[in-house]
């Protein structure tokens, strides 16, 4: 257990700082590799831009540290709402800055030949398709918090250091994850809709203030624990669980903004392509028909009435020649 004694201030924030090994190594170690590939990817003649690093160096790299090695970090285990946000960091903000970095395009421009070979073929495996299915890593994003707050695991968290860093490393990862398959700006084992994430993400919305209502209204969470730790400062313990709620709720959804503006972005992205090449079939296929039309009219002259108006039925409109359009229309 490792409860603060110190009552949470303004001066306290700015001076409460503490060592967390496990997130000092790995968030140290994802920055010397990203940096590496990076400057091996620049060797060969691709030019990562700049906010790709920036994404993945402030927005989740720093941020993960400082949750655990700043006022986050050292107050997390003894109020209720410090460890909320804790959570959110690390499963929405962390994570979404990592994929924006686009890491693992970074790694494969920073292979050879054969290490990219290697990566496609695991890309392309059952298993990557499987785990980037969208309902699978919604699913993973719906039910973390809800067992995190509502089972015996949150008790074990904050009582085991060792539970408390695998906890945290598994929500980044979980995230990391999710926002990959959605952003879709790395390579992804196969690619689907924007429109099918947006509508996962507003039921998510729906989730997350649903778990806020539970931990408003319901029963204290890790009761004995937070009664041993006896804080006679800050909130109670039902106001603390409170404003613990109100930061899954509200909170929640504010840190997801950046993400759905993002996915607006690409859908509307999407369906620019998508109507590029509905352009491009369309334009083919008058290129195609207009040779063509000399030969109509020299059948009409030569067969009569009879084999224009059979010609004429079989062109129909001129959106029924395209096959998209068609079946669309339902003609």
């Known amino acids: 257990m490792g409860w603060i004694e110190t009552p949470l201030t303004m001066q306290s924030v700015f001076e409460s700082w503490r060592w967390d090994t496990s997130t000092v190594v790995v968030t ?12 091996r990817a620049a060797r060969r003649g691709t030019v990562i831009p700049g906010g790709r690093l920036a994404a993945f160096g402030l ?10 090695i700043s006022v986050v970090g050292v107050y997390s285990d003894t109020l209720m709402w410090v460890r909320a946000l804790q959570t959110l960091l690390l499963l929405y903000v962390v994570p979404f800055g ?20 290697r990566l496609d073929r695991i890309l392309e495996s059952t298993i990557a398709r499987a785990v980037t299915f969208p309902l699978a890593p919604s699913l993973a994003m719906l039910a973390v918090p809800w067992l995190l707050f509502l089972s015996p695991w949150y008790e074990i968290v904050l009582r085991h ?16 994850v999710y926002f990959y398959s959605r952003l879709q700006t790395d390579p992804v084992p196969h690619r689907y809709s924007q429109g099918l994430s947006l509508l996962i993400t507003i039921f998510e919305s729906l989730a997350d203030g649903v778990l806020g209502i539970v931990l408003w209204w319901g029963p204290l969470v890790a009761l004995d624990y937070y009664t041993e730790v006896g804080r006679t400062w800050g909130p109670d313990l039902r106001m603390d669980q409170t404003i613990a709620a109100g930061i899954i709720w509200v909170l929640g959804d504010v840190l997801g903004l950046p993400y759905l503006l993002a996915l607006m972005r690409s859908w509307a992205s999407d369906e620019r392509r998508k109507a590029a090449e509905v352009d491009a079939e369309l334009d083919a296929a008058e290129a195609a028909a207009a040779p063509a039309a000399p ?3 020299q059948k ?15 062109s129909g409109l001129w959106w029924e020649n395209d ?6 229309f339902g003609r």
């Open 28 to 39: 140290a170690a994802l920055g010397a590799g990203y940096w590496a590939a990076r400057a």
């Open 59 to 68: 927005m989740g790299l720093a941020i993960w540290l400082l949750s655990g």
């Open 98 to 117: 990592l994929a924006s970095g686009r890491p693992l395009t970074v790694l494969r421009e920073a292979l050879g030949p054969d290490g990219q070979a």
């Open 161 to 176: 250091g060792a539970a408390d860093a695998v906890t945290r490393i598994v929500l980044v990862v979980i995230g990391f």
């Open 295 to 297: 030969a109509r009219r």
């Open 300 to 314: 009409f002259s030569r067969s009569g009435p009879q084999a224009a108006g059979a010609d004429a039925v079989q």
């Open 323 to 328: 096959p998209q359009l068609r079946q669309r």
